[in-house]
């Protein structure tokens, strides 16, 4: 099984996540952000992750430090369960529907940090949720993830549906790029020799 936990213990946040990439689409989260929860079950459904986050922190001064301490554990998490990417596919992509909404997210387990989001929210906040909280999230975890990611929102009109189809397409890529491939097994899949 390649399975990752990973602890933080800030002053801000204090955060346990258990990354399984062979599991069900299990999830069991806890960060006090039911929105941000909602978005997180959508990788782990469709990456076929199984995904558990314990995590307290200062939620009274606002989300930031939450969402953005997730994306680094979780991207930490990532990290440690490819171990050195022998024998994976390495790149994945999607493309994800949700009603008028459309967004590709594209994936280079590369070993090297790079996000480029482009993502025209029609509202700023869905309920009491700050959606530029978002891009921090994906920021925190390619940085800790050391992977290339595009994520861009094609169209839409609904504001949750726009940041549901990014998270829904970006376990979807994820889920193809950590694949095995049986033509790969001990083998790097880079020129290089390593990622």
Aim: hydrophobic share 40%; charged share 25%.
């Amino acid at each position: 099984m390649r399975t990752a936990t990973i602890e933080r213990d800030t002053a801000e946040t204090q955060i346990k996540l258990t990354l399984s990439l062979d599991g069900s689409g299990d999830c069991d989260l806890s960060t006090g952000l039911p929105f941000f929860e909602h978005m997180l079950s959508q990788v782990a459904r469709h990456g076929m992750f199984d995904l558990k986050i314990d995590a307290i922190g200062d939620l009274e001064v606002d989300a930031h430090h939450m969402v953005e301490d997730v994306g680094i554990v979780f991207g930490r998490a990532l990290n440690d369960s490819v171990g050195d990417k022998s024998g994976l596919v390495r790149y994945g992509s999607a493309y994800v529907p949700l009603d008028e909404s459309l967004s590709r997210v594209v994936v280079d387990l590369s070993g090297r940090p790079g996000l480029f989001y482009d993502v025209s929210y029609t509202r700023a906040r869905v309920g009491d949720f700050d959606l530029d909280l978002l891009r921090e999230f994906f920021q925190g975890f390619v940085n800790h993830g050391m992977l290339t990611l595009h994520l861009d929102n094609l169209k839409g009109e609904n504001a949750h549906h726009q940041a549901e189809t990014l998270f829904k397409a970006f376990g979807r890529a994820l889920r193809v790029a950590v694949s095995e491939d049986s033509r790969m097994i001990g083998r790097i899949p880079s020129t290089k020799g390593s990622l």
